[in-house]
T-cell receptor, first 109, second 115 residues
């Protein structure tokens, strides 16, 4: 059974780059790795998705090594508004979706 | 487009009471999901519907039932509420069930308190 592991919390400062890593074993060979962001009292919101190597969009980058046993969400030059909980989501070999427990990111001025 | 809507936003129940949480999406998505999120914890899948007419159990289905009323609507029913079901419930939808996984779009959540 697949399992994901993320740090419970992280702190950083405005303007810094933040990297959050998720470890995931036994993920499906043909499925993506997806990251979501959640603000208090809201539902999660899609940030970025990838299969391997590196993916970049307007808000984040996602780094996935060749073995796909982990992924790293990179947020460049964070601001106070990036304070949120970040979740990784993977599909396992039984095609079940496995959510990480979430990483609470606090950005300080 | 409203996206995914949920009603009610907040509900207080007494132990043993029943209620139905409603969810609707206007994105013509095939797949829909019900999750619960307990304080300080991640999302746990209760039930999902890959397509209209099908429903399947997720990680924590006990104490719940679902109905995929049509392509737009997916309801979650608590037949006899228990304090352990106090949680925030999120409905989500995606184009398909995957793999590869499609982006899930979430509603604003329903906060349920069972006394």
């Amino acid at each position: 059974l697949a399992k994901t592991t993320q740090p419970i919390s992280m702190d950083s400062y405005e303007g810094q780059e933040v990297n959050i890593t998720c470890s995931h074993n036994n993920i499906a060979t043909n499925d993506y790795i997806t990251w979501y962001q959640q603000f208090p009292s809201q539902g999660p919101r899609f940030i970025i998705q990838g299969y391997k190597t590196k993916v970049t969009n307007e808000v984040a980058s996602l780094f996935i090594p060749a073995d796909r046993k982990s992924s790293t969400l990179s947020l460049p030059r964070v601001s106070l508004s990036d304070t949120a909980v970040y979740y990784c989501l993977v599909g396992d070999s039984n095609y079940q979706l496995i959510w990480g427990a979430g990483t609470k990111l606090i950005i300080k001025p | 487009n409203a996206g995914v809507t949920q009603t009610p936003k907040f509900q207080v129940l007494k132990t043993g009471q029943s209620m139905t949480l409603q969810c609707a999406q206007d994105m013509n998505h095939n797949s829909m999901y019900w999750y619960r999120q307990d304080p300080g914890m991640g999302l746990r899948l209760i039930y999902y519907s890959a397509s209209e007419g099908t429903t399947d159990k997720g990680e924590v289905p006990n104490g719940y039932n679902v109905s995929r009323l049509n392509k737009r609507e997916f309801s979650l029913r608590l037949e006899s509420a228990a304090p352990s079901q106090t949680s925030v419930y999120f409905c989500a939808s995606s184009e398909t069930l995957a793999p590869p996984q499609e982006t899930q779009y979430f509603g604003p959540g329903t906060r349920l308190l069972v006394l």
